[in-house]
């Protein structure tokens, strides 16, 4: 499985963005695709998860009610829908992905990355 990240640029406060993820190759039903985020000076963190063959979803607490992660199987693509953004929220969002739980939040547990999406929030 080969990821590709795109949709970042720069946005203003309250504003929203949606990011994709479009995935090549046969993706399993056991597969997790997350988003994680690098934000200036900052290590990467996890922001949200799904498994491939349901619709469960896993958040990182700070971004909890405003970030939704979707997907759409006939696209092989995920979704990251950002609402309400900050400048908190820059950074560069990258995809992710690996057999097993989606539930996992570090990154060295994932075995798949895609090439991150600038997303620049201003005030």
């Known amino acids: 499985v080969q990821l590709q990240a795109s949709g970042g640029g720069l946005v203003q406060t309250g504003d929203s963005l949606r990011l994709s993820c479009a995935a090549s190759g046969r993706i399993f039903t056991d597969y997790a695709m997350s988003w994680f985020r690098r934000a200036p000076g900052k290590e990467r963190e996890f922001v949200a998860s799904t498994r491939w063959g349901n619709d469960n979803t896993f958040y990182a607490d700070r971004v909890n009610g405003r970030f939704t992660i979707s997907k759409d199987r006939a696209k092989n693509t995920v979704y990251l829908q950002m609402n309400s953004l900050t400048p908190e929220d820059t950074a560069v969002y990258y995809c992710?992905?690996?057999?097993?739980?989606?539930?996992?939040?570090?990154?060295?547990?994932?075995?798949?990355w895609g090439h991150g999406t600038l997303v620049t929030v201003s005030s």
């Open positions: 992710a992905g690996r057999t097993g739980s989606h539930r996992l939040t570090n990154e060295r547990d994932y075995t798949k």
